[in-house]
């Protein structure tokens, strides 16, 4: 099969590296890609969001699956642009409708979808211009911290966690009155702060059956010791330690199979990865989102993990047999380091030389390219994040130590990354 990815990311690479390994890949493509991506299928300059493009490459290269990497073109009806084309719709799009992609780009719709499923979540209220003091009000007298979130998507910005009313009133303030994140802030969801560490599970479906295919804990702040601003995520780990198969069952019986069945019973075409941004409060699971895509960097710890042809499991969405695939999964640990540009998640510098070492042959650390771009012989830097640094390890610790010892030999100017990644398992 002719298998085009969308997206430019340490994700997209990863996904790259683990469809170039299927035995149904036939020629695969990226867009636009990175200076990863190009060494293993062929990129091409389209965007993400390019329907008409697309349509006009999927045509001449005759492709038959589209994974779509980011929720951009996911909450823009990708999959409902192709399924509507005659000459698309028999290509399997990974990603959901975007009827069902507003799990990831509304918040309110997906409050609306937990509480009308009894998935459990965060007490939450919503408000909009029109009872804006009713806003103040519940904020003024809710406990602290308190959550809120901006409705739409806003490039990962849209959620602050207070400690002071004042601080939650002046964001309220700002994201409604000041529009801060134009229409995607006209709506604010205000939601009880939740205690517990937090972990990402992963599903492929097909809106009525799904598989597990991994999960994993990010490491969200900028500084050692998970402190300073949010960031995309500067690494993860899978398996994470306290996900046995007791807890991932709790995750499966109140989370996964009440999710899927809203799926069905709302009538909301799925066919793609539902990620879980989930809390572990103290053994009892909550969601605090739903992404519609693949995490990053989650993405280039669970596939490496994960045993089971990609391809295959795709196929297998596709033609309805999901349930009927034996997945498997690495017994060893997995550690991802993401090494970002000075400044970043500020301002940074992009186009900064980049110089990798061979890796050793004994040892299995795959360096996957985040932001970065082939100039002639040269990798430059071309993101906050640049590249995630991927190692197997029988225990977490080797796996995080393979990692770092890489990250020593790779140089650009103003690199930083995490060297506590997995510090409190
Ligand atoms: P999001 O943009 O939805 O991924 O949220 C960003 C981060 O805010 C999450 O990764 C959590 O660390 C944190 N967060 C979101 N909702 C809550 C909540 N209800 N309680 C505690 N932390 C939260
Ligand atoms: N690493 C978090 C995300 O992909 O949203």
């Known amino acids: 099969m002719n298998i085009l990815i969308l997206g430019s990311g340490g994700r997209e690479h990863a996904l790259a590296w683990k469809v170039s ?11 636009p890609g990175n200076a990863g991506t ?3 299928g062929t990129n091409v300059t389209i965007a993400v969001t390019d329907f008409p493009a697309q349509k006009n490459f999927c045509k001449e290269n005759k492709i038959d699956i589209v994974i779509v990497g980011p929720e951009e073109p996911l909450v823009k009806g990708i999959y409902d642009f192709y399924k509507a084309d005659d000459d698309l719709k028999r290509i399997i799009v990974v990603g959901p409708s975007a009827a069902a992609a507003q799990l990831e780009g509304s918040k309110s719709f997906a409050k609306a979808f937990m509480y009308k499923h009894g998935i459990p979540t965060a007490a939450c209220a919503e408000f909009t211009a029109d009872n804006y003091e009713k806003g103040r009000a519940y904020i003024a007298e809710h406990t602290l911290p308190i959550v809120l979130k901006a409705d739409g998507l806003a490039a990962g910005k849209g959620v602050v966690i207070s400690t002071t009313h004042e601080e939650a009133l002046a964001a309220f303030e700002e994201m409604i009155i000041g529009k801060q994140f134009g229409e995607a802030s006209s709506k604010v969801v205000i939601e009880e702060f939740l205690t517990g560490i937090e972990i990402s599970v992963f599903a492929l479906t097909n809106g009525k059956d799904y598989q597990i295919i991994g999960h994993a804990k990010d490491y969200k702040r900028i500084g050692e010791g998970d402190t300073g601003l949010n960031t995309g995520g500067m690494g993860c780990v ?17 989370i996964i199979k009440p999710t899927i069945n809203g799926l069905k019973e709302d009538n909301l075409e799925y066919f793609g990865f539902v990620f879980f941004g989930l809390i572990n409060c103290d053994g009892k699971p909550k969601v605090i ?6 995490g990053d960097p989650e993405t280039e710890v669970i596939l490496p993990r994960l045993e089971t042809d990609l391809v295959a499991l795709i196929a297998a969405m596709d033609n309805g047999t999901l349930e009927d695939v034996n997945i498997n999964f690495s017994e060893n640990s997995f550690a991802t380091i993401v ?6 998640p500020g301002d940074y510098q992009k186009h900064l030389t980049i110089s990798l070492p061979t890796i050793p042959a004994e040892q299995d650390t795959i360096i996957f390219h985040a932001g970065t771009t082939a100039k002639d012989d040269l990798i430059l830097t071309n993101g906050g994040r640049v590249l995630a640094v991927t190692s197997e390890g029988k225990t977490l610790k080797e796996a995080v130590d393979f990692s770092l010892t890489i990250l020593q030999q790779i140089s650009f100017e103003g690199i930083y990354y995490r060297k506590d990644i997995g510090f409190e398992f």
């Open 339 to 344: 090494a970002v540009s000075g400044g970043y």
């Open 238 to 254: 899978s398996p994470v330690p306290f996900a046995d198969d007791a807890f991932m069952n709790i995750v499966e019986e109140t």
């Open 38 to 40: 190009k060494n293993i």
């Open 21 to 31: 390994q299927s035995y149904h890949c036939d020629k695969l493509f990226i867009a």
């Open 289 to 294: 989102e739903y992404n519609c895509r693949l």
